[in-house]
């Protein structure tokens, strides 16, 4: 006959509140990519990422917060500062490109920029604040006036790129070669930013 099993034998829930923030954020991509900013919930956030709803507000506090850091082009621009030896047009069309075309199921991006038509209140303060978010990083790479006069047209350029190529699917750079559409959005992000200073 065995020993009762006393409390220090049972097994610990383990706390590992990175592995969590993982959790809910590949929750998050996948549910926002698959219902869209406005249908996805907290909830079914949390339940994706097996955590409790509380757990979810307790790392991120809103659902927008939640969106931002969820989305990839909003952490990857910081990366951008990091000097490859590439010209900064060429990093930016080159990691837009990598996401896009090889995601891990829909871009969160792809899917705001699909569901605008639904919901346009939220479409606006979402790309406002994914544009706060980028702001810094393009003010130290590539100065104030830069950051006013240029960048939103580079931010304007790569959202009518993501609806032609990424939601409709449809059109000349649909049918472009992956290399060719790279090379081709470095040369038009150049030609936004070159006079920049």
């Known amino acids: 006959m065995s020993a009762a099993q006393t409390p220090s034998d049972r097994p610990r829930r383990v706390r590992d509140p990175e592995l969590h923030r993982r959790a809910i954020l590949d929750a998050a991509a996948r549910a926002f990519a698959e219902r869209g900013y406005a249908r996805a919930t907290l909830r079914d956030i949390a339940t994706r990422a097996g955590v409790t709803h509380g757990l979810v507000l307790r790392h991120f506090g809103s659902k927008e917060n939640l969106f931002l850091a969820a989305v990839p082009g909003t952490r990857g621009v910081e990366h951008l500062a990091q000097d490859s030896g590439e010209p900064l047009a060429a990093r930016i069309a080159g990691q837009f490109v990598r996401r896009l075309e090889h995601p891990e199921g829909t871009d969160p991006f792809v899917a705001l920029v699909r569901s605008a038509s639904d919901d346009e209140r939220a479409a606006a303060a979402l790309y406002v604040a994914m544009q706060a978010r980028t702001d810094e990083t393009y003010r130290r790479?590539?100065?104030?006036?830069?950051?006013?006069?240029?960048?939103?047209?580079?931010?304007?350029?790569?959202?009518?790129?993501?609806?032609?190529?990424?939601?409709?699917?449809?059109?000349?750079?649909?049918?472009?070669?992956?290399?060719?559409?790279?090379?081709?959005l470095?040369?038009?992000?150049?030609?936004?930013?070159?006079e920049a200073g």
Not at 152 to 159: D, E, K, N, Q, S
Not at 186 to 194: K, Y
Request: proline content about 2%; glycine content about 8%; aromatic content about 10%.
């Open 186 to 194: 470095a040369s038009a992000i150049d030609g936004l930013l070159h």
């Open 141 to 184: 790479l590539l100065g104030e006036y830069a950051l006013e006069h240029r960048v939103p047209f580079v931010a304007a350029l790569l959202i009518g790129v993501t609806f032609s190529r990424y939601v409709i699917r449809a059109g000349a750079l649909a049918e472009m070669s992956e290399e060719h559409f790279t090379k081709d």
